[in-house]
C-alpha cells in the first residue's frame, strides 16, 4: 500500500489521523495531550494493562535521535509506562540504538504500513478515510486565527485578552501561543500593541501561580510557567524583585542550586548519560540536564575534572585545526555576535578557550587568525574591571579569584587585567585596599 496520503498531512492532522488509527488497532483510552506544553508527548493511549506516550513524527527525512530523547523524557513526565515514536519516514541508527537502550517502541515507515494494510484495502480507501474523516481539515491557518481574533475585537469593541478568547473566541488563546510563541508577540504580529494589564493585583498573579502548579502537580519552573500562564514571569519579578522572592513569598522555597548534594548531582549526570548512551557533552549537559552545567563547574572546577572523578576523561588530542575554527563560527553564528569573547567559548562552546590559546598562542591570535578584531577595549576602566572581579568572586564564593576563574567566568579577557594591573597579585591587592 502507498501511503502518500499520510505524507501529505501536517504534523497536527498527523496526530488526529493516529488517534483514530490507534483505537482501531484496540488502544483505549486515546487522547492528546495540550497543543502547548505537550512536553514531548503527543498522545496518551492504553493497551494491555500499560499506559503510552506516543510522540507522532510526520517528517520529510529521516527521524533522528531526539526524537526518542523526547518520548523518553515524557515517559517519566506523564508517569506511563511505556514510550514510542510513530513516524511516516525510517529513523537513523543512533535513534535505533537509543531507543534499543531506553526501551522505547519505534514505528517506521514500513510497520505504519503494516498497521494501514490492515485496517484499509487499498491506497484510495485511505484517502478517501482521511478525506472523509475531515483530518484534512484539521488544521487551523494563520488566516483562520486572525480572522478569529479580529472578529471577536470587532464584537468587543476593545482590545482581546487571553480570557476574552478562551472564553468568546472561535479558538482557544493555545492555538495562538502555540503558533506565535505568546499572545503578546501574536498581536504584535497582527499591528496591535502588547496587553499590560495593569489592573492585574497580586492576588491575581497568585492564583494564576496556583492554577498552573496544581495543573501541572508541582512547583513549575520559570520556563514551564512562562509557556504555559497567561502572565509574563516578568510580571512577577516586577512585583516581587525576583522569581525567587515571589516563590520565597508563598512558601515555595526554590532551590539553591550551591545546596545541592553531590550524589544528586551524579545522579543527574548518569541519568543523561543512560538517556544518550554515552556521556555527555557540556552543551548536551546544558540541553537534557536538570541541573546547569555551571553547578558541576562550580563543585568540581570544570567540567573535565568532574568527567575525570566519574572515570569518563575522553581526552582529545590533536584536534584539527579547521574543527576548532568550524565549532567557533557555529557559537558565533548561534550567539549572533560580530566575534566571541574567551567567557562565551568557556560558557557555550564544545571546546574552552584554552584549546584555542595553545594552538595559537593567545585568543586574540585565534581571532586575527579567522579575520575577526576581538571587542573593542577601549572605554573600559578600572571601576569596570574591579567590579568584574568581585562578580565573579561573589559568583564563585570564594575570597580572591584565580587568572582561571577570570578565564572561564569573567566578563573581559585575561589579557585586558593583565596589561592593566601588570601582575594577577597586584589586582588582588588593589581590590583588597578598595573600601
Known amino acids: ?132 474523516e475531515g483530518i484534512t481539515r484539521y488544521r487551523i491557518s494563520n488566516d ?18 487571553v480570557c476574552d478568547m478562551d472564553t468568546q473566541g472561535k479558538y482557544s488563546s493555545s492555538a495562538y501561543r502555540k503558533r506565535w510563541g505568546s499572545w503578546n508577540k501574536f498581536l504584535s504580529e ?51 524583585g525576583s522569581w525567587n522572592a515571589f516563590l520565597e513569598s508563598i512558601g515555595e522555597a526554590p532551590i539553591k542550586r550551591h545546596l545541592i548534594p553531590k550524589e544528586k548531582l551524579i545522579g543527574e549526570f548518569k541519568r543523561v548519560r543512560a538517556m544518550l548512551g554515552k556521556s555527555p557533552t557540556v552543551k548536551e549537559m546544558a540541553q537534557y540536564g536538570g541541573i546547569a552545567p555551571t553547578t558541576y563547574r562550580r563543585l568540581w572546577g570544570s567540567w573535565s575534572q568532574f568527567l575525570k572523578e566519574m572515570g569518563e576523561v575522553r581526552q582529545r588530542r590533536n584536534i584539527p585545526e579547521q574543527e576548532l575554527v568550524n565549532a567557533y563560527l557555529k557559537l558565533k553564528k548561534q550567539l549572533r555576535k560580530q566575534s566571541l569573547t574567551q567567557h562565551d567559548m568557556n560558557k557555550y562552546g564544545e571546546f574552552s578557550s584554552s584549546v584555542f590559546e595553545r594552538r595559537w598562542g593567545s585568543w586574540t591570535k585565534f581571532l586575527s587568525f579567522v579575520g575577526d578584531t576581538g571587542s573593542k577595549r577601549t572605554g573600559i576602566t578600572d571601576d569596570d574591571l574591579k567590579s568584574d572581579y568581585l562578580a565573579v568572586r561573589k559568583k564563585l564564593g570564594k575570597t580572591s579569584c584565580s587568572a582561571g576563574d577570570i578565564r572561564q567566568h569573567g566578563k573581559f579577557s585575561l589579557s585586558i587585567y593583565l596589561n592593566r594591573f601588570g601582575k594577577w597579585r597586584r589586582l588582588q591587592e588593589i581590590v583588597d585596599e578598595s573600601p
Not at 106 to 131: E, H, K, M, N, P
Not at 147 to 156: D, F, Q, S, T, V
Open 144 to 161: 483562520d486565527l486572525v480572522l478569529a481574533y479580529r472578529a471577536l475585537k470587532e464584537k468587543l469593541g476593545k482590545h482581546v485578552r
Open 190 to 240: 497582527v499591528g496591535d500593541s502588547p496587553i499590560l494589564r495593569r489592573d492585574l493585583t497580586t492576588d491575581d498573579l497568585r492564583a494564576e501561580y496556583s492554577r498552573i502548579r496544581t495543573s501541572l502537580g508541582r512547583v513549575p519552573t520559570r520556563s514551564e510557567f512562562s509557556s504555559l500562564s497567561a502572565h509574563s514571569p516578568d510580571r512577577y519579578e516586577r512585583s516581587w
Open 1 to 132: 500500500m502507498n501511503i502518500i496520503a499520510v505524507d501529505k498531512l501536517s504534523g497536527r492532522q498527523f496526530e488526529a489521523f493516529l488517534e483514530k488509527l490507534l483505537l482501531d488497532l484496540g488502544f483505549t483510552n486515546v487522547r492528546q495531550t495540550p497543543i502547548s506544553g505537550d512536553f514531548g508527548g503527543d498522545i496518551l493511549a492504553e493497551k494491555d494493562g500499560k499506559t503510552c506516550v506516543i510522540q507522532a513524527k510526520r517528517n520529510a527525512r529521516t527521524v533522528g535521535v531526539r526524537a526518542v530523547q523526547e518520548a523518553h523524557a515524557a515517559r517519566d513526565y506523564y508517569g506511563v509506562t511505556d514510550s514510542m515514536v510513530i513516524a511516516n519516514r525510517t529513523f537513523s541508527g543512533r535513534a535505533k540504538e537509543l531507543a534499543h537502550r531506553c526501551g522505547c517502541t519505534l514505528v517506521d515507515r514500513l510497520l505504519l504500513t503494516d498497521w494501514l494494510s490492515g485496517r484499509f484495502t487499498s491506497s484510495a480507501d485511505l484517502f478517501r478515510y482521511i478525506s472523509e
